[in-house]
């Protein structure tokens, strides 16, 4: 097991140029999309202009070739400027692009993954359903054979990008007597398909730029090319895309909880009661030490995971199966901790705003809102603790 990591030259030059290119762009707009919960069209257009929707994806397909860790670098800084961005990259990459990388054939990948990865196509990835969530292997969407081609029924709900996607990941039953091991299959769903439409779109605490969509699909015809994976591995083919969501999720909730101490200990230094800056008490002192504990502890965490997918490479068939099973609890682990520490450390960072940190449109009140999501979707933490639980068992420690 290795546990050393450090930053290359080139990660770290990585990190310095999208901190100034998220402060320049992004950070400017991010008070009025959360005010008017719009899609942040122009500032994603930008992002995909500077090839940030493929940085794990290899340059043979379109991205820019760096690996998990320097795709963990980039939801780290996004993570601390805006959630929602960090969102709608998470899901293209994450959950769009992995199912693709991994598992896609030559010409999937030519026709999906490429310009994906070059930012001119945005993906999404829809598992959920009304009736399945925690329990997504009991999926109801049916996707019936016709000759070598399947027509879909179903809806499919809570889709991050599932309005502007281009094309979304879809899982449905090819199968239902197998159920989720070898009964649920992988599809390439692009829009403008005869019976695919997008129905209603969520208002949420937080995230207000990202659209959470419904997915209605009335009699879809795919032809084969548009299979993902073999038919009847989609479940496991989603579970390995969830594999990399939660770590770069992890990355996510870690920036958000930095930026929260950063501006809680700025806070803290500039105001004065009882005639002194308020950072001088213990009680704020001691907050600040939590904060800064879970980061650190954080980012050893998650960048070692990424670095263990980084040696894992992006063929599924050669991982073995102690491979396979490490990568999932850590992922889980990354996913429970980090979402659960910066959830409590921005709750702390708000803390010590006091009133003023409660007034709509502070970054820490945005930030507040915005947290708490991660400790529900990419499998709720109850789940990530089974599944934590499930290794441990027949694993050990
Ligand atoms: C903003 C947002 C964006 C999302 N984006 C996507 C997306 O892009 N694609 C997609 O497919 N889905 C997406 N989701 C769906 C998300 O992954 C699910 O909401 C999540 O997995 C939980 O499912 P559920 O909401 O049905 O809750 P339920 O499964 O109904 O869970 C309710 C509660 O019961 C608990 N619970 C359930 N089963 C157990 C058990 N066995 N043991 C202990 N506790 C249990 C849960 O942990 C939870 O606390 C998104 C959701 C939101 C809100």
Redesign the pocket.
Known sequence: MSIEFEFSEEQQALRESIRSFLTKEVVPIVAEMDATEEFPAATVGRMQEEGYFGVPVPEAYGGLGLGKVAYCILLEELGRVDASHA?IVG?HTS?GTTPLLYFGTEEQKQRWLLPAAKGEKLL?????EPG?????GSLTTRAERAGDRFILHGS???????READTVVV?ALTDPAQGPNGGVSAFLLDKGTPGFSVGRC?K?MG?HG?S?AELILDGVELGPEHLLGELGKGFSIAMTALDVGRVSLGAASLGALEAATEGALAFAKERTQFGRPIVEYEAIQFKLADMAIHAQALRYLVYNSAARQDRMGVDPTRWSRVDRAAKTREAAVVKCLASEWASEGIDEALQIHGGIGYIRGSPIERAYRDAR?AQ????????Q??VIARDLIARGL
Do not use: M, P, Q
């Open positions: 969102t899901a959950l999404a990835f829809s598992l959920t399945s969530g925690s329990d997504s499919k709900l809570y889709v991050t990008n599932g899982l969520e949420k995230l990202t959470t999501i529900i979707f990419e499998g709720t933490n109850e789940i603790r089974l």
